[in-house]
């Protein structure tokens, strides 16, 4: 059973920055991909960032330029940087695995 535990939310003002993490119980070598995906009041959740096994990744349109994703295998970790943030940034973001597994999620919320 694979386990995530997110950490790093926050508060902060816009153009500020955060970085999650996301533990995961176990090895992360093969899992194909872990995302970050993100949730806002009374709206869907959706993916903001995907990494592969092989390091290519896939961004969201309003994340590209801003978030970077990557991930740790020695420490079984991935991240999410995030600058220059907006308060339309304002979520709940859960960590992904292939296979159907979530974290619990870690609130962000940006203040204008």
């Known amino acids: 059973q694979v386990q995530l535990v997110e950490s790093g939310g926050g508060l902060v003002q816009a153009g500020g920055s955060l970085r999650l993490s996301c533990v995961v119980s176990?090895?992360?070598?093969?899992?194909?991909?872990m995302g970050w995906y993100r949730q806002a009041p009374g709206k869907q959740r959706e993916l903001v960032a995907l990494?592969?096994?092989?390091?290519?990744?896939n961004y969201a349109d309003s994340a590209k330029g801003r978030f970077a994703i990557s991930r740790d295998n020695a420490k079984n970790t991935v991240y999410l940087q995030m600058n220059n943030l907006k308060p339309e940034d304002t979520a709940v973001y859960y960590c992904?695995?292939?296979?159907?597994?979530w974290g619990q999620g870690t609130q962000v919320t940006v203040s204008s």
């Open positions: 992904y695995a292939y296979g159907d597994y």
């Open positions: 176990g090895s992360i070598v093969n899992i194909n991909a």
């Open positions: 990494i592969r096994s092989r390091g290519s990744t």
